[in-house]
């Protein structure tokens, strides 16, 4: 007879896999793969582009659980890649939630990250990662935000763990490496000028693209006084930004997003 201590709890485990080809005249799917809690959506759309839904059927993370998605679009193609809700990440028992992303953009394929943001609660655990592979002529935009409790709920995100690494190559060359780690208490250590000052709502956005340039005095007029701040280096374009909240981020994400996406507007799950 087993002990029920020797009973382990149940883990949400998922994977999706999306690739895109250029067919008729308009992206349409060559592989779609799904197990799991791991569910792509792909609703209409009215161009030439494609709009895929990341879905976890789980409905949050916690410690143990792991999501993996990968994104291939094939020459010519243009992908939009988001999710359905924000992704809550829940107190953590026992180890940590992983998410894994991979992202490979052909030649001329234009491919937008724009997942909705991740919400860390009290003594979450996450440690996530992005490795994208782009070609020399591949355009692609991103954006993580993150969440440091529901301000709006009156939760906050006092201790826990988080870790965030990007890697992005051109070519195989790295162009872009990041590495970020909140750990122990984080409500000390966010409330610290250098990190986030005391606020809870923080994002990312990068662009990858020839005509990066055009766009930084775009960002930085969108920013105004905000606390955050623009720049460029060989056509890379990146953005951070903090915010008191959720939507006080947005505010300032969605026009963002919507010029860098040369007035294409947000996937629709984005309304405010």
């Not at 895929?52 to 792991?66: K, V």
């Not at 529901?150 to 826990?160: L, P, Q």
């Not at 990007?166 to 060359?173: E, K, L, Q």
């Amino acid at each position: 007879m087993t002990d029920i201590a020797e009973i382990k709890p149940q883990r949400a485990r998922g994977t999706g896999r999306l690739t895109t080809r250029f067919s008729d005249g308009r992206a349409r799917v060559a592989e779609l793969y799904q197990e799991g809690c791991g569910k792509i959506r792909l609703p209409e759309t009215f161009t030439d582009g494609m709009e895929a839904i990341l879905i976890n059927s789980s409905g949050g993370l916690t410690g143990g659980d792991r999501l993996d998605w990968s994104v291939t679009a094939e020459e010519g193609t243009f992908l939009t890649v988001t999710t359905q809700a924000c992704e809550k990440i829940y107190k953590a028992a026992d180890g940590v939630a992983e998410v894994g992303s991979h992202i490979v953009a052909g030649p001329g394929t234009r491919v937008h990250w724009l997942p909705q943001e991740t919400i860390l609660f009290d003594n979450a655990a996450l440690v996530r990662r992005l490795d994208v592979d782009l070609d020399e002529t591949s355009e692609f935009l991103a954006v993580e935000a993150v969440l440091l409790g529901r301000k709006a709920m009156g939760e906050a995100m006092a201790s826990g763990q988080f870790r965030d690494r990007w890697r992005v190559r051109r070519n195989g060359r790295l162009i872009h490496a990041e590495e970020l780690r909140l750990d122990g208490d984080i409500a000390q250590l966010t409330s610290l000028v250098p990190v986030l000052g005391g606020e809870v709502a923080f994002a990312t956005v990068l662009y990858c693209a020839e005509d990066a340039e055009v766009y930084l005095p775009k960002m930085r007029a969108i920013l105004g006084d905000a606390i955050g701040g623009a720049s460029l280096w060989e056509n890379k374009l990146v953005v951070r930004v903090a915010a008191v909240d959720g939507f006080s981020l947005r505010k300032l994400l969605i026009p963002m997003l919507s010029v860098l996406r040369r007035g294409t507007p947000v996937p629709k799950v984005w309304n405010l």
